[in-house]
């Protein structure tokens, strides 16, 4: 807890935002099925705990998909995100909503806002994600909760596609900021903040696109892979995303 914050592995923030802001001049930004955005937000209910009412941040809303999904919760939401096209894009989508253009590393909100934050597809667009647990603890209440969903390094299809030191890595549709998680280093980052942390696991989201044309064709068997096999328990520290949860102690 409020450790000096080492600036190694900093996010490449101008790559971030070209990225993005291309993303949305294209189209938008909303890869997973409806059940996996479904089960990801039954996910943050239930670890999370917050009831219906709690103040939310949606840290990197991107066109504000699960912003918009908190709110038909019951959440008071706000949606934060360092690229002002796919902000512009999620103020068209969801006009009774709030979305602030900014970073996460240092957010343009005061100490002690907000009940509950979620993260979402975020930390692991940091190499280092250190100052953006410290800012998730400033903005928290006391005994604030947060929640974050990335993809597992520990999953195999993950790991060959998704990480650069896999020698079947593709570019195509990422950022170079990001990579797959270990659960438990990114639970090590929160933990340091002083938070009390767990990790998860969750199989069987699906995703309805990605951006390598070639890849797209494989998308079918990928997701009959995960649900089927991913989904079995002990292969529960493989699944395809790592859930990060924690509150503010
Ligand atoms: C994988 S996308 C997830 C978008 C959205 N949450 C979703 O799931 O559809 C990651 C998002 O994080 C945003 N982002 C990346 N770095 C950020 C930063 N430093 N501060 C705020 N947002 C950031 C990107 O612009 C992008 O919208």
Redesign the pocket.
Known sequence: MGQAVSTEGA?D?AK?VAF?DCFAAAED???LLPKAKADIISAFVRLSGLKPGARVLD?????G??TGLLAERGYRTIG????PK?IVLARQKFPDTTFVE????NMPFEAGQFDGVLL???AH?FPNPQRVAADVRRVLKPGGRFFAFDPNRMNPFMWLYRDPTSPFYSRVGVTENERPVLAWRLAGVFRREGFCVRSDYLAGLGYRYVASQRTRGFLPIYNLIDRVVFTLPFMKPLRPFVLTSGFKS
């Not at 840290?59 to 066109?63: A, T």
């Not at 934060?80 to 690229?83: A, E, G, R, V």
């Not at 900014?102 to 590393?105: F, N, P, S, T």
């Open positions: 996010q923030k971030e993005f930004y909303d890869v840290v990197g809303c991107g066109s998909t699960f934060l995100d360092i690229s796919l900014g970073d996460a590393e979402s597809g975020l667009h």
